[in-house]
C-alpha cells in the first residue's frame, strides 16, 4: 500500500492548500457590487419532482399575506417556478437578453419582471442551451438586471427557486446571495439522498459566504420517520411538513396558489403552515450545524433490507 494511502482522509484534507471560491471549478465567483442588499434571502434546493416551485410560489403568497414586498427568482431552464403566481410561462431573463442582443441597457423592468398573485414579483432566470454554458452567470445577470433598475431597493423578502438537485457551482450560485438554504424533501430514500448532497453544497458555500442551512420542509410527506431519522444523524431540523394531498396537485393544474383554492378544512390547514413557516423565517433561525453522511452511510441507515 502506498504512504498515502495510510493517511487519515481529515489529515490529507487539511494538509491541501485552500482555494478560493470559483477557484479549479467551473463556478462564477459573486461579484461583491451585486450583493443583494437589506431583504432577506432564501435558497430553496431539493430533489428533482419534489415540490419547490409550488413550496417557493406559496411561501412567496405566505410572506405577502404577512406585508412582506416579496421577489420569487425562478432558477431553472423550464422556467416554471412562478407559473401558479402569473398564470404562465413568463419570458426568461436570458430570453430577454438576447431578444436585444445582450445589451442589458435597452431593457426595462417590466420586460422581465412579471406581477404575480398577492404582489409577488416575478423573475424567471432561465438557463443557456443545453451543453453550452453555467448556471452561476445566469443568476449573475439576474442580480445584476435586477440591482441596475433598483428593483431590490425597496424588496424584503427574495426566494430563489432552484434547479433540482444539482449541486455543481453553476447551481449552487444562488448561495451566494442567500441567508438561508431550504431543503424541500419527501419521506423517502432518494429525496433525502439528494438532500444529503445539497447539504454538503450549502457547507461549501458557507466557508467563504454567509449562507447557512435553516431547516428542512417536509412535502408530500404523512409520515416523516426516514426524514426525523436522518435530521437526528446529520444535525438538520424539519421547519414545516405538508402532507400528500391531492389539493395541492390540483392546485398546480388550476395555475393557483393554494391560497387561491376553495376553502376548506385541509386547504386552510396548509395555508396556516405555510404562514406559520413565513412567520418563522421573518422572525430569524439560527443556523443548523451539520455534518452530512457519506453516501454508503446512507444506505446504512434508510437503506433496503
Same mark, same amino acid.
Given at each position: 500500500?502506498?504512504?498515502?494511502?495510510? /493517511?487519515?482522509?481529515?489529515?490529507?484534507?487539511?494538509?491541501?492548500?485552500?482555494?478560493?471560491?470559483?477557484?479549479?471549478?467551473?463556478?462564477?465567483?459573486?461579484?461583491?457590487?451585486?450583493?443583494?442588499?437589506?431583504?432577506k434571502?432564501?435558497?430553496?434546493?431539493?430533489? $428533482?419532482?419534489?415540490?419547490?416551485?409550488?413550496?417557493?410560489?406559496?411561501? %412567496? *403568497?405566505?410572506?405577502a399575506?404577512l406585508?412582506k414586498? /416579496?421577489?420569487?427568482i425562478?432558477?431553472?431552464?423550464?422556467h416554471?417556478?412562478?407559473f #401558479?403566481?402569473?398564470k404562465?410561462?413568463v419570458?426568461? /431573463?436570458?430570453?430577454?437578453? @438576447?431578444?436585444v442582443? =445582450? &445589451?442589458?441597457?435597452?431593457? +426595462?423592468?417590466?420586460?422581465?419582471?412579471?406581477? $404575480?398573485?398577492?404582489?409577488?414579483?416575478?423573475?424567471? !432566470?432561465?438557463?443557456?442551451? !443545453?451543453?453550452?454554458?453555467? $448556471?452561476?452567470?445566469?443568476?449573475?445577470?439576474t442580480?445584476?438586471?435586477?440591482?441596475? &433598475?433598483?428593483?431590490?431597493?425597496?424588496?424584503? *423578502?427574495?426566494?430563489?427557486?432552484?434547479?433540482?438537485?444539482?449541486?455543481?457551482g453553476?447551481?449552487? !450560485?444562488?448561495?451566494? &446571495?442567500?441567508? +438561508?438554504?431550504?431543503?424541500?424533501?419527501?419521506?423517502?430514500?432518494? %429525496?433525502?439522498?439528494a438532500?444529503?448532497?445539497?447539504?454538503?453544497?450549502?457547507?461549501?458555500?458557507s466557508?467563504?459566504?454567509? *449562507?447557512?442551512?435553516?431547516?428542512?420542509?417536509?412535502?408530500? %410527506?404523512?409520515?416523516?420517520?426516514?426524514?426525523?431519522? =436522518?435530521n437526528?444523524?446529520?444535525?438538520?431540523?424539519?421547519?414545516?411538513?405538508?402532507?400528500?394531498?391531492?389539493?395541492?396537485?390540483k %392546485?398546480?393544474?388550476?395555475?393557483a396558489?393554494?391560497f @387561491?383554492?376553495?376553502?376548506?378544512?385541509?386547504? @386552510?390547514a *396548509?395555508?396556516? @403552515?405555510?404562514?406559520r413557516?413565513?412567520?418563522?423565517l421573518?422572525?430569524g #433561525?439560527?443556523?443548523?450545524v451539520?455534518a452530512?453522511?457519506?453516501?454508503?452511510d446512507?444506505?446504512?441507515?434508510? $437503506?433496503?433490507?
Amino acid at each position: 500500500m502506498s504512504e498515502i494511502a495510510t /493517511v487519515p482522509l481529515a489529515a490529507l484534507q487539511r494538509s491541501l492548500p485552500r482555494r478560493a471560491d470559483g477557484e479549479g471549478s467551473v463556478q462564477v465567483q459573486m461579484d461583491p457590487s451585486l450583493a443583494i442588499g437589506t431583504a432577506k434571502v432564501f435558497a430553496v434546493y431539493g430533489k $428533482g419532482g419534489i415540490g419547490k416551485s409550488t413550496t417557493s410560489s406559496n411561501l %412567496s *403568497v405566505a410572506f405577502a399575506r404577512l406585508g412582506k414586498r /416579496v421577489l420569487q427568482i425562478g432558477c431553472d431552464p423550464k422556467h416554471d417556478s412562478t407559473f #401558479t403566481l402569473t398564470k404562465k410561462l413568463v419570458p426568461t /431573463v436570458i430570453d430577454v437578453l @438576447e431578444s436585444v442582443d =445582450f &445589451h442589458a441597457e435597452e431593457l +426595462r423592468p417590466e420586460d422581465f419582471v412579471f406581477p $404575480g398573485y398577492g404582489g409577488v414579483m416575478c423573475v424567471e !432566470a432561465g438557463g443557456p442551451p !443545453a451543453g453550452t454554458g453555467c $448556471g452561476g452567470y445566469v443568476v449573475g445577470q439576474t442580480v445584476k438586471l435586477l440591482k441596475e &433598475h433598483r428593483l431590490l431597493d425597496d424588496t424584503d *423578502v427574495v426566494i430563489f427557486d432552484v434547479l433540482g438537485d444539482v449541486v455543481c457551482g453553476g447551481f449552487a !450560485a444562488p448561495l451566494q &446571495h442567500a441567508d +438561508r438554504a431550504l431543503i424541500v424533501t419527501a419521506n423517502d430514500f432518494d %429525496s433525502i439522498f439528494a438532500m444529503n448532497r445539497i447539504v454538503g453544497a450549502i457547507l461549501a458555500k458557507s466557508k467563504n459566504y454567509k *449562507v447557512r442551512i435553516g431547516g428542512v420542509i417536509a412535502n408530500r %410527506s404523512d409520515a416523516t420517520d426516514q426524514i426525523d431519522r =436522518f435530521n437526528a444523524a446529520v444535525g438538520l431540523k424539519t421547519m414545516a411538513r405538508f402532507p400528500a394531498l391531492d389539493v395541492i396537485r390540483k %392546485s398546480r393544474l388550476a395555475k393557483a396558489t393554494l391560497f @387561491e383554492m376553495e376553502a376548506s378544512p385541509e386547504v @386552510e390547514a *396548509v395555508q396556516r @403552515e405555510y404562514l406559520r413557516l413565513a412567520q418563522a423565517l421573518w422572525d430569524g #433561525t439560527e443556523p443548523l450545524v451539520t455534518a452530512p453522511m457519506k453516501d454508503r452511510d446512507i444506505f446504512d441507515l434508510l $437503506g433496503f433490507d
